[in-house]
């Protein structure tokens, strides 16, 4: 009878125990041990633009006039939305999601926040000169459950997991040349834990004769309100095809 109670319980002991050597380790290898075990699903999508490269294609938009080398977004990716997925203009008014549908977005009304946050949303969403951050918070930020203030916040601090990480480093070294899929999977890998590579597309559009990076968007699951690092985000979201293969990472202000 003693011999039966082992074997039954030893697997059990076993999976245990490598529950609790994961969680021992680093939070980006826990998470990817748990991807492995099942396939999330994506509930949010985080949009990052290359914003030399989305002004190549829209050089009339205001926040592109004038773009110059020296700007932080000429190195850095921007941020250009986090969307719940399958969800959008959770309680808006019909006459207010129209007038966002127009596309006039500075007509819509001003978004209440802290004033270090707002100063840090015109830097970092360069498209707050077109009304981008208004048209975002009536589009998914209703959906999120807090306030401008949270929404925005949350998206600040994933942005600048992003722009901390081996991604913006490739970017920002291979300006004027081509990235490959193989290439920004790898630095995705790197930075948030195998597999991330996967959750991630890159979206390419044509200029000439050349085809540039205008952003990536990167799948996430869990509450992105927590203090979830994007490790665990991305790593818990299913995957993704990632469209672009390659394409060139412009500069700034030359086309």
């Given amino acids: ?13 076993y999976r245990l125990s490598l529950f609790v050597l994961a969680m021992m380790s680093s939070p980006a290898a826990f998470a990817e041990e748990q991807a492995s075990l099942a396939k999330g699903r994506t509930e949010y999508i985080l949009a990052v633009s290359w914003q030399p490269g989305f002004c190549e294609t829209r050089p009339n938009r205001k926040e592109c006039v004038g773009q110059t080398s020296e700007r932080h977004d000429a190195t850095h990716f921007s941020l250009h939305g986090l969307w719940p997925v399958k969800k959008s203009y959770c309680g808006v008014a019909a006459d207010i999601k129209a007038r966002d549908r127009n596309g006039d977005w500075l007509d819509l009304p001003k978004l209440a926040m802290a004033q270090e946050t707002a100063a840090k949303l015109m830097v ?3 498209g707050t000169q077109s009304g981008l951050d208004r048209h975002q918070w009536l589009r998914s930020g209703t959906c999120h459950g807090g306030t401008a203030q949270d929404y925005f916040s949350v998206q600040l601090r994933l942005l600048e997991e992003i722009n901390s990480s081996a991604v913006r480093a490739l970017f920002s070294g291979r300006i004027g040349r081509e990235v490959t899929e193989g290439d920004v999977k790898q630095a995705f890998d790197e930075s948030f834990g195998k597999g991330s590579g996967d959750r991630v597309r890159m979206r390419c559009e044509k200029a000439g004769a050349r085809s540039v990076i205008t952003g990536l968007t990167i799948g996430l699951s869990g509450d992105v309100s927590s203090n979830a690092g994007l490790s665990t985000l991305i790593l818990a979201a299913g995957d993704t095809d990632f469209k672009c293969a390659k394409g060139t990472v412009d500069a700034a202000g030359i086309p």
């Fill in 1 to 13: 009878m003693h011999r039966n109670v082992r074997i039954v319980f030893a697997p059990l002991f």
């Fill in 124 to 126: 970092a969403m360069p």
